[in-house]
């Protein structure tokens, strides 16, 4: 299985902006869609966003508005999600997935792999 490292999390204020990155070994990154999720203290874990393989079939948890942007880098075997216009409510641990097909989930039980998280918190 792939292995996924998360990092870019941290304490931001709220109106600010965050990359996330996942940096993926062991296995080649393109075979695998990928996903983001978050967990916030005593929620299930949710869907935020996932890619495909190819990077070209994107879908989004509606909750977002629009502020939150999927994206890979084959090449240098990282997925990337860029926040923006932070709100206290995203705050959470951030979590990458990676499964061994096409397309990507919503659902957690369709990831083989996950990173140990990156903790986010937006400051009102």
């Known amino acids: 299985q792939v292995q996924l490292v998360e990092s870019g999390g941290g304490l931001v204020q709220a109106g600010d902006s965050l990359r996330l990155s996942c940096a993926a070994s062991g296995r080649d990154f393109s075979s695998y869609s990928m996903g983001w999720f978050r967990q916030a203290p005593g929620k299930e874990r949710e869907f935020v966003a996932t890619i495909s393989r190819s990077g070209r079939t994107i879908v989004y948890a509606d909750s977002l508005e629009g502020r939150f942007a999927i994206s890979r880098d084959n090449a240098k075997s990282t997925l990337y999600l860029e926040m923006n216009s932070l709100k206290p409510e995203d705050t959470a641990v951030y979590y990458c997935?990676?499964?061994?097909?096409?397309?990507?989930?919503?659902?957690?039980?369709?990831?083989?792999?996950w990173g140990q998280g990156t903790q986010v918190t937006v400051s009102s």
């Open positions: 997935a990676a499964r061994e097909k096409m397309s990507g989930s919503q659902w957690t039980r369709d990831y083989d792999s």
